[in-house]
């Protein structure tokens, strides 16, 4: 079964800290995304990656950025965290533009 | 810039009556488009997919249609059952651009 593994559930930091969210799929995709889902707002692109090294920005870049050294690894970073951070951060991947795949999210709190 | 946006954020039906979700897109250059399903706490599902060749592409208890003169698709799904409650957004192929999603409730 394919799998896209977001390396924590719920994560708490404190304003100003530098946070790594870690991303990881199975499934040998090139394109891997990350979204912030927030109520009314539904899910927001972040960034994304069509591959290994290359990334482009989503429609809300700000204050973050990502790494993909790895074809199987994507990763968001909050160089430092704000309280308007605070949100459900989900992954996902997908072969072209088709089969994509989420991850079961990470509740950031930032405080 | 793209957008795509859901027409109701609510929407409550009973149990065995179809339920229809509906989508705008801003982008006519849009080729593909994607149907998910979230659950409470978990991460969206695909449901179905259509590309911009096709008017009406038909999964079990699901139909997705598309019209691309007024750049409008909806989700139909038939015979809804209480398992469906759930958020549904509709995506934009390629960059994956998201609608603001449509909470579907299930009455028994």
């Known amino acids: 079964d394919v799998k896209v593994t977001q390396s924590s559930r719920y994560l708490v930091k404190r304003t100003g800290e530098k946070v790594f969210l870690e991303c990881v799929q199975d499934?040998?995709?090139?394109?891997m995304f990350w979204y912030r889902q927030d109520p009314g707002l539904g899910l927001r692109l972040i960034y994304f990656?069509?591959?290994?090294?290359?990334?482009e920005k989503g429609d809300i870049p700000e204050g973050y950025s990502v790494s993909r050294e790895k074809k199987e690894r994507f990763s968001l970073i909050l160089e430092s965290a704000s309280t308007n951070q605070t949100s459900m951060y989900l992954c996902?991947?997908?072969?072209?533009?088709?089969?994509?795949?989420f991850g079961s999210g990470t509740r950031l709190t930032v405080v | 810039g793209e957008s795509v946006g859901l027409h109701l954020p609510t929407l409550s039906v009973q149990e065995g009556d179809n339920s229809i979700i509906n989508c705008a897109y801003s982008?006519?250059?849009?080729?593909?488009f994607i149907w998910y399903k979230q659950e409470s706490g978990k991460g969206p599902q695909f449901i179905i997919d259509?590309?911009?060749?096709?008017d009406k592409r038909q999964g079990q208890r699901v139909t997705v249609l598309l019209n691309k003169t007024v750049k409008h698709l909806s989700l139909q799904i038939a015979a809804t059952q209480p398992g469906d409650s759930a958020v549904y957004f509709c995506?934009?192929?390629?960059?994956?651009?998201f609608g603001q999603g449509t909470e579907l409730s299930v009455k028994p």
């Open positions: 996902a991947s997908s072969l072209m533009d088709r089969f994509t795949t």
């Open positions: 499934m040998d995709h090139e394109n």
């Open positions: 990656s069509y591959d290994v090294k290359m990334k």
């Open positions: 982008n006519s250059a849009s080729d593909y």
């Open positions: 259509i590309r911009s060749n096709m």
């Open positions: 995506a934009e192929g390629g960059k994956l651009i």
